[in-house]
Nanobody
Framework: QVQLVESGGGLVEPGGSLSLSCAAS????????MGWYRQAPGKQREFVAL???????NYADYVRGRFTISRDNAQNTIHLQMNNLEPDATGVYYC???????????WGRGTQVTVRG
């Protein structure tokens, strides 16, 4: 069974940076896409970024240019570098994975990011 474990959340001031990581364990396979969603207080979970097995990134418009997603296939780990953070980035960030052949969603438990002066 595949498990996703996030790390790297915390408190940062506006304009600051944070890096998140997600490590996948279990038989995850090579053909997959992994990424991040976030859920702000009182709001629905929304897409942030993903990276495919071929290393192709995809970003939500509101983070493009400020966030960078990367992967380490050997370690089944992805990272999210978040720069120039604003208070509206506050929320719980969830690691997400979909893998061949079912492409069923797998979720981590989330890590809290708080942007506050």
């Amino acid at each position: 069974q595949v498990q996703l474990v996030e790390s790297g959340g915390g408190l940062v001031e506006p304009g600051g940076s944070l890096s998140l990581s997600c490590a996948a364990s279990g038989r995850i396979g090579d053909n997959k896409r992994m990424g991040w969603y976030r859920q702000a207080p009182g709001k629905q979970r929304e897409f942030v970024a993903l990276v495919t097995s071929r290393g192709e990134p995809n970003y939500a418009d509101y983070v493009r240019g400020r966030f960078t997603i990367s992967r380490d296939n050997a370690q089944n780990t992805i990272h999210l570098q978040m720069n120039n953070l604003e208070p509206d980035a506050t929320g719980v960030y969830y690691c997400h994975c979909q893998r061949f052949p079912t492409w069923k969603s797998i979720w981590g438990r989330g890590t809290q990011v708080t942007v506050r002066g």
